[in-house]
């Protein structure tokens, strides 16, 4: 539940990941052993064929075309294919910034808001999730409760996150949440979306009444 597309998260992780995958492999091929007609050897051959066709791009491609600035005055005229590469680069880290920044955003403070004549008057988010939280943690199957609030498309929603003790059936608790998201929504005035993630845990709820026998 955040303000990013889940999408093209996926998609970036799969590019990043291939692309990753491809160059690694490509490295490990060129250390291995072997003359002209192994892998490696077919790879340092790509490699070396690789070199020269950048040799020659840079070659064709000086930044002033009528040699101003030769190697003679200048130390070297340059390639305007460095300044497209470098501008590419620069590209890539805005856009992986903009990705970062919106990656785990979509927090909001305010659950619902009414316009009324006098003004406008905000529910924050706060009160939904202390009162989730007090309605759903007093109960014996219950170990721990974590709510939040979110922006989903355009609009506030509530997740709910419910760990119940070992060996204790979901359906009770399922219910007991859709209870609680019902009342609140009495309250609220108005429907919020919510979310309920119920887990499993391993240990017994703390300061449960022990048993003997």
Do not use: Y
């Not at 889940?6 to 291995?32: E, H, P, S």
């Not at 005055?73 to 590469?85: D, E, P, Q, T």
């Amino acid at each position: 539940m955040t303000s990013s597309n889940r999408f093209l998260n996926r998609l970036l992780l799969v590019v990043v990941g291939v692309v990753a995958l491809g160059v690694g492999a490509f490295l490990v091929a060129a250390t291995l052993p072997g003359g002209s007609g192994s892998l490696g050897g077919t790879v340092r051959g790509w490699l070396a064929d690789a070199s020269s066709a950048v040799a020659d791009a840079v070659a064709a491609t000086p930044l002033d075309p009528s040699g101003a600035g030769s190697a003679d005055s200048m130390g070297g005229a340059g390639s305007w294919l460095a300044v497209a590469l470098a501008a590419l680069c620069l590209l890539l880290v805005i856009v992986f910034a903009v990705a970062a920044v919106a990656h785990g955003g979509g927090r909001t403070g305010r659950l619902v808001v009414h316009d009324e004549p006098a003004g406008s008057i905000a529910i924050s988010a706060a009160f939904a999730e202390t009162a989730v939280t007090d309605a759903l943690s007093a109960r014996r199957d219950v170990t721990s409760v974590h709510v939040s609030a979110w922006t989903v498309r355009g609009r506030p929603a509530l997740k709910v996150r419910v760990r119940v003790t070992a060996g204790a059936a979901p359906a009770p608790v399922v219910a007991a949440a859709s209870d609680v998201v019902r009342g609140l929504d009495r309250v609220l005035g108005e429907a919020v979306p919510v979310l309920v993630e119920v887990v499993g845990a391993s240990v017994v709820k703390r300061g449960s009444d022990p048993r003997v026998a």
